[in-house]
């Protein structure tokens, strides 16, 4: 167990640029999530998926934002356009799905995105 | 809407006394779960307790125990004998059955050497 594993850990671009983060899982678990967190708030869902599937995405991610999970694996999180209010803390967190639910989310290190 | 509420942004207490965070949620679900997260600074998030709603009794792991009323819909969260390494932000979670994790804001606690 590597743990959840984000690249990269910090990114720093312009406004109007693309950005995309990398999320590895652990291996075993099928169920992976976005997070979205600025300083000093919780953590806020973005979307999540359960294999390959994208399951359910949040009302708060703008069609500039786009997820991916291509082969159940590895998870890659887009931002087009880029805007100084995206700057926040990604976070990638995954889980196995089990019969019993209180499997807790195991996060990652985060991806610190600053926008200039 | 299914929400938490940590009414607590920013505690200290002093080391090895006792410290309660409080944590409500709002939800119709009657099978649902809860934890607390702890968040030290500049450090990954990590599992520090949690709890099934089907069950009265209320988890203990170590010095950190919870305090579980259903009806209120109240989950507080009990720090005892607390550690310089106990600083951190920590966060209440809910889980309904099946569906993603909410998280609260969060209550930032500094233990006081």
């Known amino acids: 167990d590597t743990g959840v594993s984000q690249d990269p850990r910090h990114k720093i671009t312009k406004r109007g640029q693309n950005v995309t983060f990398r999320c590895d899982p652990i291996?075993?678990?099928?169920?992976l999530y976005w997070y979205r967190q600025t300083l000093g708030q919780g953590p806020e869902f973005l979307t999540y998926?359960?294999?390959?599937?994208?399951?359910?995405k949040s009302r708060l991610l703008s069609d500039r934002f786009s997820a991916e999970r291509p082969k159940g694996s590895f998870s890659t999180l887009e931002i087009q356009r880029t805007e100084q209010g995206d700057s926040a803390m990604y976070l990638c967190?995954?889980?196995?799905?089990?019969?019993?639910?209180?499997?807790?989310?195991?996060f990652g290190n985060g991806t610190r995105l600053t926008v200039t | 809407a299914q929400t938490v509420t940590q009414s607590q942004p920013e505690m200290s207490v002093q080391e090895a006394e006792t410290v309660t965070l409080s944590c409500t949620y709002d939800?119709?679900?009657?099978?649902?779960?809860l934890f607390w997260y702890k968040q030290p600074p500049s450090r990954q998030m990590i599992l520090v307790i949690r709890?099934?709603?089907?069950?009265?009794q209320n988890a203990t792991e170590n010095r950190f125990s919870v305090n579980f009323q259903k009806a209120a819909k109240s989950f507080s969260l009990k720090i005892s004998d607390s550690q310089l390494g106990d600083t951190a932000m920590y966060f209440c979670?809910?889980?309904?059955?099946?569906?993603?994790?909410?998280f609260g804001k969060g209550t930032r606690l500094h233990i006081l050497p």
């Open positions: 998926f359960q294999n390959e599937a994208q399951l359910e």
């Open positions: 291996s075993e678990h099928n169920r």
């Open positions: 709890q099934e709603a089907y069950k009265q």
């Open positions: 939800t119709s679900e009657n099978n649902y779960y």
């Open positions: 979670a809910f889980r309904p059955r099946d569906d993603k994790i909410i």
């Open positions: 967190a995954s889980s196995p799905r089990t019969g019993n639910d209180n499997s807790p989310l195991h």
